[in-house]
């Protein structure tokens, strides 16, 4: 049982580092420097992630990241950046969960995790994605704002019920890539409007100036 929460925690900070990966080292720096969570024994590897030097770095870029995922377009070529990025981060965050196991599971372990936030950030990308061809901001604002949310309620339910949680990330990854053939299929048809209209022939029925 101990090794299964182990690979929860493990997983389920991969997946929520796929979505935000700066924000689930800086909230996770922070509780465990000022002491807001008890890491148990097996968690001790986890203790460095409370440095102050690895705090500061994460919210820097955190801080960059929350103006930036809020931009229509800006957001895409963030996450466009981040697609290599986030799921190291979460790989790297996995082993450390582990301490040091053997070489053949970090292996097992690594591509696990970065699997799991791979799947994470092209769910949020398209996503992201998809509400960029809305002319208004605030949907970008809102599931930025959502995002952040949930990657502090994912810390939480992570630290309390880390096989929950993970069911439950799993569960909403599973649930976008149902519905992303619709998700893609909007992304098109949105796309393809703009384009449709350049080619419609002009009205000869206007009059010239």
Same mark, same amino acid.
């Given at each position: 049982m101990e090794k299964l929460d182990l690979l929860s925690?493990?997983?389920?900070?991969?997946?929520?580092?796929?979505?935000?990966?700066?924000?689930t080292g800086?909230?996770?720096?922070?509780?465990?420097?000022?002491?807001?969570?008890?890491?148990?024994?097996?968690?001790? $590897?986890?203790?460095?992630? &409370?440095?102050?030097?690895?705090? $500061?770095?994460?919210?820097?870029?955190?801080?960059?990241?929350?103006?930036a995922d809020k931009i229509p377009w800006v957001d895409s070529i963030w996450d466009a950046v981040h697609t290599v990025i986030r799921p190291i981060g979460g790989a790297l965050l996995a082993i450390q969960v582990l &301490?040091?196991? $053997?070489?053949?599971?970090?292996?097992?372990?690594?591509?696990?995790? &970065?699997?799991?936030?791979?799947?994470?950030?092209?769910?949020?990308?398209?996503?992201?994605?998809? $509400?960029?061809t809305s002319p208004e901001p605030l949907t970008n604002i809102g599931l930025s704002l959502g995002e952040d949310a949930a990657v502090l309620g994912g810390l939480t339910l992570v630290h309390f019920s880390p096989l929950l949680a993970l069911i439950i990330f799993l569960i909403?990854?599973?649930?976008?890539?149902?519905?992303?053939?619709?998700?893609?299929?909007?992304?098109?048809?949105k796309m393809r409007m703009p384009r449709k209209k350049l080619d419609e022939p002009a009205d000869r029925n206007v009059p010239v100036q």
């Open positions: 925690v493990a997983l389920g900070l991969a997946a929520l580092a796929g979505v935000n990966l700066y924000l800086f909230a996770t720096g922070l509780a465990i420097h000022f002491h807001w969570i008890t890491l148990a024994p097996q968690y001790q $590897s986890l203790e460095v992630l &409370g440095n102050p030097w690895i705090i $500061s770095i994460a919210g820097v870029l955190y801080s960059l990241e929350f103006f &301490g040091h196991p $053997s070489p053949a599971l970090t292996v097992i372990v690594a591509l696990l995790a &970065g699997g799991t936030s791979l799947l994470a950030h092209t769910a949020k990308a398209a996503t992201r994605l998809a $509400s960029n909403c990854i599973g649930a976008f890539f149902y519905f992303a053939r619709r998700i893609l299929r909007s992304i098109k048809n």
